[in-house]
């Protein structure tokens, strides 16, 4: 469900289905799918001054959209996070996955995908 204030068939409410789809093929859970698709709706109301009510930050900082990993850091492992990596095994019904760090879940979710 879209944030308070956003109407069902807008730009934002596909905004919002279309970040909180790519979140959930990202393997984040529901919950977490939903908070960051609304947060991101909310940054750009407020950017645009589709809000009542905005912080700085909202209004002068980059877009989410364009922002992308600039702020994740420069170093460490990039790609998709543990959680993510094992909520993929676990639809793979990998073995044994509990155990596993991140690189360990990276190559056997890679060889049950045949990469």
Not at 38 to 55: L, Q
Not at 75 to 88: A, I, K, S, V
């Amino acid at each position: 469900m879209p944030p308070r204030g956003v109407k069902k068939g807008t730009k934002r409410a596909r905004q919002y289905e279309h970040v909180k789809e790519s979140q959930l093929e990202q393997g984040r859970s529901e919950d977490r799918a939903e908070e960051i698709a609304a947060r991101t709706v909310n940054k750009e109301r407020a950017r645009t001054g589709e809000a009542k009510t905005s912080s700085r930050t909202s209004r002068e900082d980059i877009s989410s959209g364009r922002r992308g990993g600039l702020r994740s850091g420069s170093g460490g492992p990039r790609g998709q996070t543990r959680e993510q990596l094992y909520n993929q095994a676990k639809k793979l019904n990998i073995q044994g996955r509990s155990r596993m760090n991140k690189r360990q879940l990276v190559a056997a979710v890679n060889r049950k995908q045949g990469r």
